[in-house]
């Protein structure tokens, strides 16, 4: 067990352990790692621990409970350990397995690099699973927001977001300019700025893999990989290809790529591929021919958030980043830190509470996952919301983010 200079681990609570095909073993009482995030991230932590505890003692009584463990990212892990990102809670995540976490700072244009990014890349957290569902009473900008049921299945660890860049002006950035020029006979501008887009067989192949696995395992009738292959052929084309040949060796027992079949899948799972451009357009007006995507960063990136806009915002859309080879995860807030609210008790906590699911499924406590998301249905039906929502429906209940939480306990 390693030793941390600032974390403190609960003493009565247990590892979870993980199994060679990368299952977990969770034990009665297992230690689970927590960041409650910068700004807003306080009051939703205190009101999603809040569910999550009660939701376990309705489930399971004092037979199970969980042993909560802060680890530190952020501004809170700036002040307490001097570091942003201190290496003792990557450690203590890699020990320990799984963590949850609320939003943290990430400037724009400038600092230090985001540190969700940087989480998901030290660790090798190469799914970002975002699934898209309504809740009705939930408002929304769309007519039939209730055909929205979709889980998205982003690589994480690739594409423009592997921070391969050079600013324009650097002698860097000047060489590389100079270099495609004589080598390919690419003409750059010499202002640019340059970043590099790696798209490899092997990330791929995973990301595409663990979204046929997760469509099989639940049920899913299709997966579509989502690319921008017309034009970028050589890497997004190529993540189409390599979708289409991971099916024919790992998978044509149970499931058939449209090239294969002409999109009769005679009972098979089917994958299918659509251009991103298009996809953004057809899940506004075909939302039900979508199941399970598997996509890049960029386009996964876009397509979650305009996903969530349809069921009511990313201030309820859950979010998990998960190695589905040795079982690691960090489930996650997928909004902001909107700090002009920090410690107002006002903010929505449904994205954490969400990501709660979320974790308590990949833990295999699914009497805990089920329970919530019948207590979040009633709570949203019965239009008892925080402000985001209550603004924009007639005759709601105003809840702060304690309040609302609370009514979800009492809605379990």
């Not at 969770?26 to 790692?33: R, S």
């Not at 190695?323 to 997928?334: P, S």
């Not at 998301?373 to 019965?382: G, L, P, V």
């Amino acid at each position: 067990m390693a030793k941390f200079e600032h974390v403190q681990v609960p003493e009565d609570g247990e590892k979870i352990t993980v199994a060679a095909d990368g299952t977990l073993q969770t034990p009665d009482k297992p230690v689970i790692a927590f960041i409650e995030g910068d700004g807003t991230g306080r009051d939703i932590w205190r009101a999603s621990k809040m569910v999550f505890d009660a939701a376990v003692k309705h489930c399971y009584g004092a037979a199970r409970e969980v042993a909560w463990m802060e680890i530190f990212a952020g501004e809170k892990a700036n002040s307490v350990c001097g570091n942003y990102l201190p290496d003792e809670t990557l450690e203590a995540i890699q020990e320990y397995h799984v963590a949850i976490k609320g939003p943290l700072t990430t400037p724009v244009g400038g600092g230090f690099r985001s540190l969700n990014v940087t989480l998901r890349q030290r660790l090798d957290l190469f799914a970002c699973v975002r699934p898209v569902r309504y809740f009705p009473g939930v408002p929304s900008p769309v007519k039939e927001p209730g055909k929205v049921d979709m889980v998205i299945f982003r690589e994480n660890t690739e594409d423009v977001y592997s921070g391969l860049e050079l600013q324009e002006g650097t002698e860097e950035a000047k060489k590389l300019i100079e270099f495609c020029r004589e080598a390919y006979g690419w003409n750059i501008r010499p202002d640019s700025g340059i970043g590099i887009k790696p798209v490899s067989i092997q990330g791929s192949k995973r990301i595409i893999r663990a979204a046929i696995n997760y469509a099989l395992k639940h049920g899913r009738k299709s997966v579509t990989l989502v690319h921008k292959g017309n034009i970028m052929k050589f890497t997004e084309g190529a993540f189409r290809k390599w979708g289409y040949d991971l099916v024919r060796e790992e998978f044509s027992d149970v499931a058939v790529g449209w090239e294969d079949c002409g999109g009769d899948p005679g009972g098979k799972l089917l994958v299918k591929d659509t251009i991103a451009d298009i996809f953004l357009q057809q899940i506004l007006t075909r939302p039900t021919e979508f199941d399970v995507i598997a996509t890049m960063n960029l386009n996964g990136d876009y397509m979650s958030d305009a996903l969530a806009a349809q069921v009511g915002g990313i201030g309820i859309a859950p979010g998990a980043n998960i190695n589905y080879e040795n079982g690691m995860a960090i489930f996650e807030a997928t909004h902001g830190t909107a700090p002009k609210y920090a410690d107002l008790d006002q903010v929505n906590p449904s994205s954490v509470i969400l990501s709660g699911i979320m974790m308590f499924e990949h833990l295999g406590w699914t009497e805990v996952s089920e329970a919530i998301i019948q207590a979040m249905t009633r709570t949203f039906a019965n239009k008892t919301v925080t402000y985001d929502f209550e603004r924009l429906m007639t005759g709601a209940t105003l809840l702060k983010c304690s309040e609302f939480g609370q009514k979800v306990i009492e809605n379990l």
